[in-house]
């Protein structure tokens, strides 16, 4: 009896630290199918800023670019309303030395919103932030800020026929530019919320950062995507 009870007591040992490392396993999987994910997140804002920027006299002015203090990228926000709207994304922001030139390895945020009124319909769009002041940057490094309410956001200009404003523009402290992919009457950016994703940088980085820590104090490498992402900025940011 007491050897079938050792026998029996190593048997449950056994199966604990099986099922122990099974979902060791599965927490190591699903950590890298969401790092996976976030390397998508990170190509898809290169594939947004190229496709904005591919038609110069519809693009971001490159002034702009050269003089702002970050840029953000939500790919695929999605929208949607009837009577009572939602709205709600995941992306990327770089942070932008003006004096240098140099880019930021990107940081993860999230982008929501509601609204009501009398609307129907859904989308999908591309939006882009264009951070001009330092005020600005440091208010999407707070836990969370409104566009619109916190921080002012006003509508960005495009292509050359922007280059008489800009000097008027370059005052505003977000700009913001979309690119829509679906059927909804207009977009507005009044009361977006910002905040941060320290989940997305972990999983995307392999130790706990803060968007400070990657966009302000620098204390990460870029991985080899965020070097495509900083090389594309570069490109359309010093011309």
Known sequence: MKNAFLIKGD???INFFSILIALLCCFLFSVTCFAGKLETRVENSIDVLNEIMAIPEKGIPIDLL????AVAIFP???KGAFIFGAQGGKGIICSHDPQTGQW???AFFTIGAGSWGLQIGGQSTDILLVIMTKRGLDSLLTTKVKLGGDIGVAAGPVGRR???GVDLLLR???LSYSRSKGLFAGLSLEGATIFQNPDANRAFYGK???GRDILIDKKIKPTPDGKKLINTLEKYSSH
Do not use: D, G, N, T
Request: charged share 35%; proline share 9%.
């Open 11 to 13: 048997k449950v040992k």
């Open 66 to 69: 050269k003089r702002c203090r």
């Open 76 to 78: 695929s926000v999605l």
């Open 104 to 106: 930021s390895p990107p």
């Open 162 to 164: 922007a280059e008489a």
């Open 172 to 174: 505003a402290e977000i």
């Open 208 to 210: 706990e950062l803060s």
